[in-house]
């Protein structure tokens, strides 16, 4: 165990829909990213939250929104789902910028 | 253009053996850090090793360690006596920002398999 929690680990939606993920970082660690993995992307930075502020934007796209709660945790929100956003969604978190820990990813299946 | 770059969309290698990944990255940062992470095909990210740009020594991590060559912007994993279990992915990745903005940025990927 890691120490970042993602749920759900599996998520098979069909287009048009709109699903959240959720993410609790390991104790202690202030600051939240959400990454992206595809087969045609491979692995890219979508969103940095540090302390419940947004810090920094990747390739994430307008249909795409997240948010960090005061008790730290954040979820990451996709709506108008398209085939093309199928992929593993990981969640990591930080202190510092040595040590990064990742969740365990939540694989998305949009059909 | 690419800021990290793995040449070695694959690899096959003898168990027991010593393997090494290549990574090359560009940046103008001049403070950054390298990472290396395993992804097994349960597809967790596991992380490996860190050398931070101002580390006077190569990092070191059991069986990891990180052939850090400043001047040439290369950082390559080395795994010493491999294993079976050391057939995953190998994902090179680096942190670039200031002001608590750590993205990672990562490459494409090693395909690492350790034949018995």
């Known amino acids: 165990d890691s120490g970042v929690t993602q749920t759900p680990k599996h998520l098979i939606t069909a287009t048009g829909q709109r699903v959240t993920l959720r993410c609790s970082p390991r104790?202690?660690?202030?600051?939240v990213y959400w990454y992206q993995q595809s087969l045609d992307q491979g692995l890219q930075f979508l969103i940095q939250y540090y302390n419940g502020e947004e810090r920094a934007k990747g390739n994430i796209l307008e249909r795409f929104s997240a948010q960090q709660f005061p008790d730290l945790h954040s979820e990451l929100n996709l709506s108008s789902l398209e085939l093309g956003d199928s992929a593993l969604y990981f969640c990591?978190?930080?202190?510092?910028?040595?040590?990064?820990?990742f969740g365990s990813g939540t694989r998305l299946t949009v059909v | 253009a690419q800021k990290i770059t793995q040449t070695q969309p694959g690899m096959f290698v003898q168990e027991k053996e010593a393997v090494t990944l290549d990574c090359t990255y560009d940046?103008?940062?001049?403070?950054?850090?390298l990472f290396w992470y395993k992804q097994p095909s349960s597809g967790e990210m596991i992380f490996l090793i860190y050398q931070g740009s101002y580390d006077q020594q190569n990092a070191t991590e059991g069986r990891y360690s990180l052939n850090f060559q400043k001047a040439r912007k290369s950082a390559n994993l080395v795994i010493s006596a491999s294993q079976l279990g050391d057939s995953a992915m190998y994902f090179c990745a680096m942190r670039e920002g200031k002001d608590s903005n750590y993205q990672l940025i990562w490459g494409a990927g090693t395909k690492l398999i350790i034949k018995p």
């Open positions: 990591a978190s930080s202190v510092g910028d040595r040590v990064y820990t």
């Open positions: 940046t103008s940062d001049p403070s950054y850090g």
């Open positions: 104790s202690g660690d202030l600051s």
